[in-house]
T-cell receptor, first 110, second 111 residues
Framework: NAGVTQTPKFQVLKTGQSMTLQCAQDMNHNSMYWYRQDPGMGLRLIYYSASEGTTDKGEVPNGYNVSRLNKREFSLRLESAAPSQTSVYFC?????????FGPGTRLTVL | GQQVMQIPQYQHVQEGEDFTTYCNSSTTLSNIQWYKQRPGGHPVFLIQLVKSGEVKKQKRLTFQFGEAKKNSSLHITATQTTDVGTYFCADYETSGSRLTFGEGTQLTVNP
């Protein structure tokens, strides 16, 4: 039982490049989330998915898109990366009020 | 949306000293959750408080929810080096299963 997994662990992009962050959970949870964490700002919700086939914007959705591919997988896409998107990205899934976080992806945009 | 403020931002203590972090909101919080994040790690759920005035304990950790549900606190008695990390409170909206996090308190413990 791996819980929540994320790939890649680290990524460096140039401004304007695109990439997709992958997230998968094996706990059969309906809800999944993407957060970004910046120093001194806690975690901010980018997008979430209450169930397979649905996605909703969170607090900071601009510059991102998501896909809930199936119940297990929820991906986050940066179409044209900007330096302001340098951050640590966490995926989470939840059941019964508790969120379980993945190990994170540390993204640097130059 | 709901804003959750947390103080202090940083706290340095000697091992054995107590530690408290506070979470405040100008509006009524739904439920309060507390998470711990070790350096370089990911947030890990500690506890959820639901009722006004609720107090819960986990070994040396005591969690409180204010009577008006506008504040919460986490108190650690006799800190240990294993307590090092950042502690976050978060308002949990049950209707949307969404969390709004405070900025966190980073705790360092000197042995």
């Amino acid at each position: 039982n791996a819980g929540v997994t994320q790939t890649p662990k680290f990524q460096v992009l140039k401004t304007g490049q695109s990439m997709t962050l992958q997230c998968a959970q094996d706990m059969n949870h309906n809800s999944m989330y993407w957060y970004r964490q910046d120093p001194g700002m806690g975690l901010r919700l980018i997008y979430y998915s209450a169930s397979e086939g649905t996605t909703d914007k969170g607090e900071v959705p601009n510059g991102y898109n998501v896909s809930r591919l199936n119940k297990r997988e929820f991906s986050l896409r940066l179409e044209s990366a900007a330096p302001s998107q340098t951050s640590v990205y966490f995926c989470a899934s939840s059941a019964r009020d508790t969120q379980y976080f993945g190990p994170g992806t540390r993204l640097t945009v130059l | 949306g709901q804003q959750v403020m947390q103080i202090p931002q940083y706290q340095h203590v000697q091992e054995g000293e107590d530690f408290t972090t506070y979470c405040n909101s100008s509006t009524t919080l739904s439920n309060i959750q507390w998470y711990k994040q070790r350096p370089g790690g990911h947030p890990v759920f500690l506890i959820q408080l639901v009722k006004s005035g609720e107090v819960k304990k986990q070994k040396r950790l005591t969690f409180q929810f204010g009577e008006a549900k506008k504040n919460s606190s986490l108190h650690i008695t006799a800190t240990q080096t294993t307590d090092v990390g950042t502690y976050f409170c978060a308002d949990y909206e049950t209707s949307g299963s969404r969390l709004t996090f405070g900025e966190g308190t980073q705790l360092t413990v000197n042995p």
